[in-house]
């Protein structure tokens, strides 16, 4: 199950960098679902390269349904979409068929495939592959706005700069779609900044991403190794840029006690509510019918064009290495539709799990 | 699989704290491995209560192992390993059948099973099912330890206390097993005093914990859906107080650039080693042969003594709840065997995948 | 997942014959079922030897549900069953622990444990374990009977006697259940003989038995890999005595035409039915809301009396093997109500994939 | 998980028989495995329609390989290849829309799909999609000839004709390969004859096809529901037309006494062998070294063109069906190299659980 995701509706990705295409086999859908290329596009352009603060690899992303849909609508069966690689500059990757980037996976793809993994542009292992995933999550994204469940991600922290966390999920979520950047508050040209400061440096830069679910049942989840906390970072820790996660207060809970870190339930219009939300919508793995609002750290990206030290680990010898080609400063911005996406499909198969396969095909 | 973890190597979890028994199915381990009992019953003593810190409720957790052991070692075939419930006071929990303890599962569970879940002490989401996870644990930990590696957990931060992190994971581990308090620093007075000043006001403590794993071998893991730090994520999420994971520099890479963030290779002894270890042994989901290490957030413990504002969800009405009881002022220190537990037997499982159901075997 | 059965409702079996007890962990049903103790013991009784016709072991069975069960339902956590193994004579098998018994696992196991396995009985191989499969099944089975699904089982043929096969399986049940022998005919003795006289010549006999299910809805299962075809031979094939499936017409359908094969969609009742049933109410892996029927093969007990030549697996040489201790004539009685278990924890468990998991709670 | 086939070596079908592709993803294979573009095109070959008693629908079966091989090796990351669909004709499926062909599973799609599911020569329930599992099962097959272990399958008996069973299956398999159809015995006119008599009469034909593994370690499988019997059952009900599976006496042990059916084992150049396998190579579900064998009934296709009684599903009427289109008078010859290539996904499947992810890979 290695490349698949999930246990009623599953996700299945493929592809290498430089190969013929990346893609997407989506399983288990209710049929009937919207599929659409519309929507599909707009969220791939919100993960393509936009501008000076991404990398000038640009990708038309002309994606292809191969299976599974038929007249505008989901079948039911499996849905795979096909996203052919057409800029590709192997030559640039010439120097590193030997040389592991730091921090990068060159050198654990090495050990695990004893060399017959497709080294160009960091192979399977390139955030190309999050494109198949995108086109996915915009399938799941739409299915689950029909039931009224919005799930967005903005950028919480980049190179100093803080946007405002979720408070009123639903109606954010509006603001972050209508921003060239994802963010709350009107800081497009402050993140852009610090991210072109760090390039300009031959750096780069991580930050802090924020999900915010909103619309969804409570009783989602199960007590133990299905908890939705669980389930959701194990899907998002799918990001290799991303290397922490953390629920509602998360790490903030150690600075807290009981009596300050417990959310009271209140009643409200018959409903029961929590007065705060600093479980993040979860207790004990299962949601309680608040927004679930989780943060993740994303750390900068490792192609740099800064001289580094590292080995050939072909030969065993050390060397340096100052990285050409196209990279990315910042993946902060373009990570974030990434997130969104496979949150959708956790959400629909969670959904599918507990209400049955076709609760999301509204009959 | 809702109470089942792993693929080759699987561990099911079961019961209610105020029910007959918990305990723990262990399948698919290699046979021939040590089953000490007086192993079992030591890393169970570090799980259980042990001072004016802890909880009153102090069962002796007189294991009995069902099935898959024979003369002392597994024979392969399913595990099992019960420990009944002894001290056991349900009237405790009189006042809870409709109330939801704030930040609790009560609520959830009510929406989730409709009022047929065991309402007493928890019922299944009772930190009492954690010890069938550490005895199964117990299994695992020797079995790798029997291969060089080696698994620990220390309290890092807890009432403004701050341990120090892991740097020679190997060492410490023999620091921390040493202590009554699982710390790498002399720090156990300080500990205690901070957790009992939080009791003292009706109140409870949180804290940051970390893991250290020593003597994994490179090339562990999976891209994508089974990266290693996913996989440990979703296991270490099954603990209900477990509110964040972060691994290496974690939220910490948020203000690094990539030239401070990224771990140069080097060569030491013929072996690629990094020079650093923000990565925290992970990159692109696979191990790099450095020790892996990782933080999570515990939240402080929900039941508190104070007074607090909670609804009857039954009646759907605003109630004020007062908690009698015996209850954890923090688990902090009880949760560390538990994580160390979680992820021997998640270990056990990503070695039997890469290498085979004989791997631990030794044969 | 070795040994656990399913996705969204899960059974684990563990045990040894000569262990302390047998038992099963079924995971994931819905809250509020019936756990009805009488009726686990019932389907039991089924299950337990009863006469000349099988083994002189006669286990008391006294089961004890340590947890997923309160007031008499579930509570849709883990269920888990414990039956203590009271009636051991293990010296019986002093002889067994070289010497392969022929077409049994001893050899096997041996290949796949190497000498850990526990020898006593055969081990985890033992029909032993299936007293387990029948607790669970009935809780499952009792579940189905409430939503108007019947299951049973049947001896087709043993010994040259044959039953009539299904027909109309809601009336049929009824008389299965009514008779000593699960029979449709009133055939008791002359199978009795039968067995009877395979004993007196130290052998043993084999058959044919079939499942009858009523009360499906259409549209359960899935093609391609999850086929109710496959799900259903997966789950029988974990009994070591059957060594084929067929669905309806089965190996029949060689002699057959597809005209003669074909079954014809008609109108009754306003309902679509078929006007035969030669595909067993399956069409490509899902079901048409007809019966759905199949027959297994059970081959003749390989414990026998009679001397037969076989080889020390340990010493590497030829012995001729002549069995002491209990054993049955013939399983094909006993296995009847293991198939049915099998079965109903499967068909629980394509219902809650298909209808979400509260959909057997009738809230 | 329901187009899904594996656990360690994974495989997912997608396509429908008038979309634009049908397809496999292959996943968890070892790295360096050959990929052998002519070999494929060759196992296609097998499959394809050939001649008079095949359908007239011929398709190039020009494959892509989309991911996952790199310079004619795999790579370890998921191996994708696509079929195109490039003889289509859908208007003969216009009749089909509202009308159930019988004993198709056009009525049961409807029930699960509820009308969203391609209708247009039978959709994702096409026999097309098997056109991607013989591409898969070639790279599987290749791999393990490569350690040994052979896998054919034959026509055992069909239109009155019958082959001879294995009994030595390593040369066997030399004359299956070397036949226009895959039998052992030089029977290919009689079996065309059989065919081409029943589509004369606009019928069509099945059989019993019959599958032979050399070359398996013994150990291989577990007790249980993983048992080997089961895992191979599961694989081959995937493919509709396939209504029983039985493994080596199968249902002759029901006319066999235990001294008649037992396998005596023997020593035979200080190796454990049997002297008979009528256990078909599989004890307690696991592999004893010898020959895996068994048998599968096929059911006759169910497209013939005589004139049927049938249902129109969306006006609920009854009306009279005499199909038109192109269809084969018998599938035995084209299912045979599917189950070939089911099989050894199966397998790679169980050596890469039981020996780990690399073993395969020949390092």
Redesign the interface.
């Known amino acids: ?5 999930g ?2 509706v ?1 996700m ?5 960098s430089h ?5 997407v ?1 989506l ?2 859908l209710a ?2 679902l919207a599929v659409d290329e519309a929507f599909i596009a707009e969220r791939l352009s919100r993960r393509r390269p936009a501008g000076p603060a991404d990398t000038a690899r640009v990708e038309p992303d002309h994606f ?5 849909a ?1 007249q505008g ?6 849905l ?1 979409i ?1 996203i052919p690689n057409e800029n590709v500059r192997s030559a640039d990757y010439d120097q590193l068929a030997h040389v ?1 980037r ?4 060159d ?3 090495q ?4 060399g ?3 080294p160009r542009g960091g ?3 390139s955030g190309r ?1 999050t494109a198949g995933i995108v086109a996915a999550g915009a399938v799941c994204e739409q299915a689950l706005a029909a039931k009224g469940i919005r799930v967005a991600t903005h950028i919480l ?2 190179g100093g700069v803080e946007d405002a966390p979720f408070t009123d999920v639903a109606s954010e979520i509006g603001r972050i779609e209508g921003r060239s950047f994802p963010l709350i508050r009107d800081l497009e040209k402050q993140v852009e900044a610090a991210i072109l400061a ?1 390039r300009q ?8 991403i924020q999900t915010g679910i909103c619309g969804l ?3 989602l ?7 939705l ?3 959701l ?6 990001v ?1 840029g ?13 600075e ?12 409200q219009d ?1 409903r ?1 509510v ?2 705060a939300n ?3 919508g ?8 608040m927004p679930v609002i989780f ?1 993740m ?8 064009a ?1 001289k ?4 050939d ?1 072909v030969e ?3 060397v340096d290495l100052a990285l050409t080609g196209r990279h990315d400063p910042a993946i902060i911005r373009r990570i974030c539709p990434v997130v969104t996406a496979l949150v959708s499909v956790v959400l629909c198969d969670q959904l599918a ?7 999301l ?1 509204q ?1």
Not at 19 to 23: L, M, R, W
Not at 111 to 114: D, N, R, S, V
Not at 308 to 311: G, L
């Open positions: 199950m290695k490349n698949t995701l246990t009623s599953t299945t990705v493929f592809g290498e190969g013929p295409a990346v893609g086999v399983d288990g049929p009937g292809r349904i191969l299976s599974g038929w609508r989901t079948t039911g069966t499996p795979v096909v592991a730091p921090s990068h996976a050198y654990t793809a050990m695990k495939y004893h017959f993994q497709d192979g399977h292992f592959v922290r980049c760090a440096e031959q750096d780069s830069l991580g930050g802090v049942p409570a009783g989840g199960e007590p133990w190794f299905d908890s906390e669980g389930v970072a194990r899907a998002v820790f799918a290799g991303i290397k922490g996660i953390e629920f509602g207060a998360g790490f903030g809970f150690a807290l006690r009981g009596s300050q870190a417990n959310d009271p339930f209140r009643m018959g029961v929590t007065a600093r479980s993040g979860i207790n004990g793995g299962i949601t309680n019918g943060n750290a994303v750390k900068p990206t490792p192609s740099i800064r580094q030290q590292t080995v680990f065993g010898k050390e799990l507990r209400y049955g396969t076709d609760y095909a009959l």
